[in-house]
């Protein structure tokens, strides 16, 4: 038995589906429908991240580097404080599509020489193929890469390093010990040079520009200084505030400075001019990250975790902004139970944004969210017009990432209002077409983690299939018409009244023996005998012409009586 369409209901009968089929077709108009759908619930190429699992064991994350070669995930970690019988701290190198630790890099050099199990605060730099440079407590810039038994490393020399990042050269990384900014080897940890500030916190460098911009975050200033000369080239005034420190970013691409100050984030391009400020409420902004694909910036904001402030809610936040004018693209993404009260949070994006990692100290994990887009309509349904009976299939597509769910959907309004097809849920919808879906419209619901939307909409047009059998009735053959004879005066009455239908025939004297002819024949002998009888002609089909000619066969039928009514009373007498 061939399946209908899960809404149609049981035929009616055939006068009943006829009158449904014009109404419908009268009051049912195609649409105007362009690739993209309508009614969509949110632009196509809409941005979303969702979270899709955590790591942990990896101790309590400080810093993360997704490597750019080896596609590793580094973690820097120091040791979580409820985990007495185990020390976590240390370089550990994760698989970042399940998060398995793959190993752990706990020794290195103290001041003397001497492994011991270090912490590891910041991760400064991908080495080339594998492996990454860091920086730990409380002077170490170290090397290590997956497998080492044991990390290289030097001290420098002078104060506790208070912040690091990547140098002018691969082999050369700054630091900062308080004021002070200096280049230092990575082998030997040997100072090259290095300027001292009034006061400051942390730094970006901006390598393609020959600057570093460095914050200090108390006086709410930046200082630009110069690579080439090592000076300061440029100051740079910082909003008021209370000073809550948070990070200082360069865009690779731009030059743009991004500053993290107490919940907001001041911008400034290249210049130094103040471009914009994105606020975060009562959350702080931690960390940030670009990537020169997408040409977007990634910010991390927690939350203080002091419910006695205004707006503290124990929840954080994952914002992501078009670098070039500071707007969201994407959804921001609640973190639940980030705050700062345990350390800052650190971020990792993969080139192209389609995988982000965020640490979170307090609970000694690491998130992964993965980037989804909301569908686009590559393929819209087709307008069918068929008959009743017919096998009808409409056919839509689109595109993600992640690849789009569908769900077809039925209108019998016009499109005013919308029902689920139950079971259609593939790109391709099949069913039986039926008298009563003339002017049903059809659309394909695609939806995934960023959003929802519609293809166009197609109409059906279904007709009543011809049930028409045999041919055409023949005209009936046409009667004499001959003249009926003067009765003699015997009274015999032979005459006839004759003729074809149409005519009538002559007029004679009826004979008794006369005959009235069927009203179906169409050359139906009257009084006569010599008429043809037609069958399956024209008045089989045409009602008004059968009453006609059946009206017209009474009428000389009552005249014959009349006439042989009259002949018996002239030969009584």
């Known amino acids: 038995m061939t399946p209908r369409h899960p809404l149609t209901p049981g035929r009616a009968g055939a006068a009943s589906a006829a009158l449904a089929l014009v109404l419908a077709s009268a009051a049912t108009g195609s649409p105007v429908s362009a690739a993209g759908g309508e009614g969509a619930d949110v632009p196509a190429g809409t941005v979303a991240y969702r979270s899709v699992a955590q790591f942990a064991g990896a101790g309590k994350p400080r810093d993360l580097l997704l490597h750019p070669d080896s596609k590793k995930l580094y973690v820097g970690s120091d040791d979580l404080p409820d985990t007495a019988d185990v020390n976590e701290s240390g370089l550990h190198v994760l698989d970042p599509a399940d998060g398995k630790v793959r190993s752990t890099v706990g020794q290195a050099p103290g001041p003397t ?110 200082y630009r200084v110069d690579t080439a000369a090592f000076t300061v080239a440029a100051t740079v005034e910082l909003p008021a505030g209370e000073g809550f420190a948070g990070f200082t970013e360069v865009d690779p691409e731009t030059g743009a400075v991004w500053v993290g100050l107490d919940t907001s984030v001041v911008v400034h391009d290249a210049t130094g001019k103040r471009l914009g400020i994105l606020k975060g409420g009562a959350d702080m902004p931690r960390a940030a990250s670009f990537d020169t694909v997408t040409h977007e910036a990634f910010v991390v904001w927690q939350d203080a975790g002091d419910s006695s402030q205004p707006g503290s809610d124990n929840n954080g936040r994952l ?37 982000v990692f965020v640490s979170d100290p307090v609970a000694g994990k690491i998130t992964r969210l993965e980037r989804a887009t909301s569908p686009r309509v590559t393929r819209d349904p087709a307008d069918r017009a068929v008959t009743a009976g017919t096998r009808v299939s409409l056919t839509a597509e689109a595109e993600g990432p992640p690849r789009p769910t569908v769900a077809w959907q039925v209108s019998t309004d016009a499109g005013r209002t919308w029902q689920a097809v139950e079971g259609a849920s593939s790109p391709t919808y099949s069913f039986t077409a039926a008298v009563s879906d003339n002017g049903r419209r ?79 024949s169409a050359g139906a002998t009257v009084g006569g005998r010599t008429n043809a009888t037609a069958t399956g002609g024209a008045l089989a089909s045409t009602g008004a ?28 007498g």
């Open 113 to 222: 020489g001497t492994l011991g199990r270090r912490a590891v605060r910041q991760l400064l730099a991908p080495l080339p193929g594998d492996g990454a440079v860091f920086s730990y407590p409380l002077r170490g810039i170290g090397t290590a890469k997956d497998g080492d038994a044991a990390a290289a490393g030097a001290w420098v020399t002078g104060a506790a390093v208070t912040h690091a990042t990547a140098g002018l050269t691969p082999s050369t990384v700054l630091v900062a010990q308080g004021s002070v900014l200096s280049e230092v080897e990575i082998a030997t940890a040997a100072v090259k040079r290095s300027v001292t500030l009034e006061g400051g916190d942390g730094f970006a460098v901006d390598a393609a520009r020959g600057a570093v911009w460095f914050t200090d975050f108390g006086n709410r200033r930046m």
């Open 319 to 355: 914002t992501v902004h078009r670098a070039r004018d500071l707007q969201e693209v994407a959804k921001p993404v609640v973190l639940p139970g980030f705050h700062t009260q345990l350390g800052s949070a650190a971020l990792a994006v993969e080139p192209g944004g389609a995988v």
């Open 442 to 520: 059809y659309r394909a619901e695609f939806a995934n983690d960023a959003g929802t939307v519609h293809s166009a909409a197609a109409t059906l047009t279904v007709t009543i299939a011809d049930t028409t059998t045999g041919g055409t009735g023949s005209t009936g053959a046409t009667g004499s018409t001959s003249v009926g004879s003067d009765g003699g005066s015997d009274g015999s009455a032979n005459g006839s009244v004759g003729g074809s239908a149409a005519t009538g025939g002559g007029a004679g004297t009826p004979s008794t023996s006369g005959t009235v002819g069927g009203a179906g």
């Open 545 to 572: 012409a059968v009453a006609s000619l059946a009206g017209s066969a009474v009428v000389l039928t009552a005249a014959g009586w009349l006439l042989i009514r009259r002949a018996r009373r002239r030969a009584d």
